[in-house]
């Protein structure tokens, strides 16, 4: 038994032949640097997710920059996010020099939970010291946030929506897919993510061709019209080609992989509902299932029972954001977001990928339901 966590070798073999017929392809062409299938693969992006703007770059940590560069987002505005999410999602925010603020999570969905940002944004706007600009909601482990509840509150206020739908591609909320939420939205090609490549990448979306416009200029060191044209403060944020070609090859498997990670996590569902707390998803959503995340109790030993029996499992996330030092000054100490604090000690990721066998998958259930006795 050789249960793997992201099965990255599985899914080689199945594309490998026009994998490497397509590296082959660019590195004949030579066009290594937004060469024609980093144009291909934008179209089909677009196409996928159902927007009419979508843009390479170089990895989710950019999806997020280039889109609060793009919009101005700078020193004296404030950012709402959840305290509990990945590092990036925060780090972004301190690189454009804004003021993150954090929210707290639902305890079912892991996601924004809008009674906090209400609170959160109250508190902001009655100091008068910060502008809240934006709001930067994440589709936590494959599930997108509440925007049926998020984006009308923010349109009121005037806030922009980023979308951080990093491990949310593929996943869907009334039948439309991530990328097509929010003002704007970033997604990652880290190889892990649900659509992955091999090595960093990612992508932004937006219906705002203004803001699209921007972006394009900021990905390429803020040119303008004429390529040595600069017209704003931007970076090196493309994706590369050969990472385009890669990706072009993994969308061809993607619906069917998506499938697959649906058989999972209703195998988990169904075989563990008694002994942990299975994921709960709000009406309409459909994970793409970047992570099957439980809640449970005596978490150390239920993963050293795991260990024993070489199934692997991990801790999406260990610390909530305003315990990491370089946020903790922004934040307003423990207890001041008691669901992410809470989650932090009892979450655990299971293997999830769609080339996991039912047997594999059994033996996880079984070893989980065991402990539990
Ligand atoms: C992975 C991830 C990112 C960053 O993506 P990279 O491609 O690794 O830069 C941002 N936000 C979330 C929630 C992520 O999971």
């Not at 508190?123 to 009308?152: C, H, M, W």
Request: glycine share 8%; charged share 20%.
């Amino acid at each position: 038994m050789n249960i793997q966590f992201i099965d990255l070798a599985s899914q080689y073999e199945s594309i490998k032949d026009n994998v490497l017929r397509d590296i082959q392809i660019v590195l004949s062409h030579g066009k290594y640097i937004m060469g024609p299938e980093v144009l291909d693969l934008e179209e089909k992006l677009k196409a996928y997710v159902s927007c009419e703007h979508a843009l390479g770059v170089s990895s989710g940590t950019d999806a997020l920059v280039v889109p609060l560069l793009a919009a101005g987002v700078g020193p004296g505005d404030c950012v709402f996010l959840p305290a509990f999410t990945y590092t990036a999602t925060a780090e972004a925010v301190l690189l454009v020099g804004a003021s993150p603020v954090f929210v707290d999570v639902d305890e079912r969905t892991f996601n924004m939970d809008l009674t906090s940002l209400e609170k959160q944004y109250k508190k902001v706007v009655s100091k008068g010291e910060l502008k809240p600009r934006v709001v930067l909601t994440v589709d936590l482990f494959g599930q997108l946030a509440n925007y049926n509840a998020i984006s009308p509150w923010c349109k009121e206020r005037d806030l922009m929506v980023l979308a951080d739908s990093a491990q949310a591609f593929g996943g869907s909320l009334n039948g439309r897919f991530a990328g097509a939420f929010g003002d704007v939205t970033a997604t990652s090609f880290y190889p892990s993510k649900p659509l992955g490549c091999y090595g960093d990448g990612g992508a932004v979306f937006t219906n705002d061709g203004e803001l699209a416009e921007k972006m394009s200029s900021v990905r390429t060191h803020g040119k303008g019209s004429h390529k040595y044209d600069v017209v704003r403060v931007g970076m090196n944020a493309r994706l590369d080609t050969l990472q385009a070609a890669v990706l072009i090859n993994k969308l061809s498997v993607f619906d069917k992989e998506m499938e697959e990670r649906q058989r999972v996590a209703a195998v988990y569902e169904e075989g563990l509902a008694t002994s942990v707390q299975v994921p709960h998803l709000i009406d309409g959503a459909v994970s793409a299932w970047a992570q099957y995340t439980v809640r449970v109790r005596d978490r150390e030993a239920l993963v050293e029972h795991l260990q024993e029996k070489k199934i692997p499992s991990m801790v999406f996330y260990p610390r909530p954001m305003h315990f990491q030092p370089p946020y903790a000054p922004y934040g307003e100490g423990p207890g001041s977001m008691p669901v992410s604090e809470m989650l932090c000690g009892e979450v655990l990721s299971l293997p999830m990928n769609p080339y996991l066998s039912s047997n594999d998958q059994q033996c996880v259930v079984n070893a989980i339901n065991e402990f539990y006795g």
